[in-house]
């Protein structure tokens, strides 16, 4: 009996020993690979809320304020759905046009009014798209907001997924004509404060609106903390932030994506990685946040935001760090 309580003793005192050596492992092996990937800046990954690794690969910093492209689509997202929750919107299914009064032009496409912000937020406006080819006519233009809404329509609002950062900053322009305040001011007071995030300002157009779905700054760990906020239902603490299932509706593919053929909710795309459904928005360069719910797992990638992009390859080798070392690691 006493040998038995010396093996068992034996064992509590090894096996945290254990557990040490095999976090470090993977984080070892993670981080070689990692470091093959010359554009990669920062890894964060947090597991059941609680940061289990940062890796700061070119010293940018893991608090440092960070351009997160396209991936502020996906705190847009966020800050429309507070925004029904505050009742400065019906809802998903009210047309644009009558969140931006006076910002719709006289000479608008016939037919925008059938746009919702339902369309914006999926990508599904129908309209020309103002990106790739498009986008410098356009940010060049001296309103943006006009500029977008006079574009012909190339399907059917509800249609295909058109990438096209103008719908983006169309919900910009809704938040700020519908409640009086900047984008910003609401995504310090929405987000900033109960998440605990630091929001600077970013570009804005001619007419001083914040832009819509680009540029804005966020650190690698405050993207957590978006991404958390998702994860957890939109509730932070004793605050509910988003309104009744406004995650599942955000997680609800409607458009795919003629990049990756991943299909695409309200700012996030769906892609299952190691037999998980996972989450995640994406901004050019390899900006990344990543939400596997059923791990209680949150992760960001930031990378070199400058031109020329790495495009789908680069993203499917961020996904592998996932796969290959996060996912069975946690698991």
């Known amino acids: 009996m006493h040998r038995f309580f010396r093996c068992l003793f034996a064992l509590l005192l090894v096996t945290p020993l254990l557990c040490h050596a095999q976090a470090a492992d993977w984080q070892a092996a993670l981080e070689q690979d990692a470091k093959r990937l010359d554009r990669l800046h920062t890894v964060v990954v947090s597991h059941q809320g609680e940061e289990i690794l940062g890796l ?34 019906e809802g998903t299914d009210q047309p644009v046009v009558d969140t ?56 059917e609002p509800g249609g295909r997924m058109l990438y096209s950062s103008g719908s983006s900053h169309l919900l910009s322009a809704a938040l700020t004509e519908s409640s009086g305040r900047s984008t910003l001011a609401l995504a310090r007071d929405w987000l900033g404060e109960p998440l605990g995030i630091d929001i600077q300002p970013w570009d804005r157009d001619p007419q001083g609106i914040y832009f819509g779905g680009n540029n804005m700054r966020l650190s690698p ?22 309104p009744d299932n406004w995650v599942a509706t955000s997680w609800t593919g409607r458009g795919e994506s003629a990049y990756t053929d991943d299909p695409y909710g309200y700012g996030w795309f769906q892609r299952p990685l190691g037999g998980e459904m996972g989450y995640y928005g994406r901004g050019y360069g390899g900006q990344v946040l990543y939400v596997v719910p059923s791990l209680a797992l949150t992760v960001v990638m930031t990378s070199d935001p400058t031109p020329p992009s790495p495009g789908s390859v680069y993203l499917r080798q961020q996904f592998r760090l996932i796969e290959d070392h996060i996912i069975p690691a946690v698991r």
Do not use: C, M
């Not at 492209?69 to 400065?88: E, F, M, N, P, Y």
């Not at 239902?233 to 988003?242: A, I, K, N, P, Y």
């Open 100 to 155: 931006l009064g006076d910002r719709v032009p006289a000479s608008a496409t016939e037919g925008v009014a059938r746009i919702t912000l339902g369309h914006l937020l999926s990508l599904q406006a129908g309209l020309q798209r103002t990106s790739g080819a498009n986008y410098g006519p356009w940010v060049t233009s001296s309103n943006w907001v006009s500029h977008v809404l006079t574009r012909p329509f190339v399907d």
């Open 221 to 242: 760990r405050d993207l957590v903390k978006i991404g958390e906020l998702y994860r957890n239902d939109g509730r932070v603490g004793d605050q509910q932030l988003f």
């Open 56 to 89: 700061d690969l070119q010293g940018r910093g893991l608090d440092t304020p960070a351009n997160i492209k396209s991936l502020s689509k996906t705190v847009l997202a966020a800050l429309v759905g507070i925004g029904i929750r505050q009742d400065v919107f």
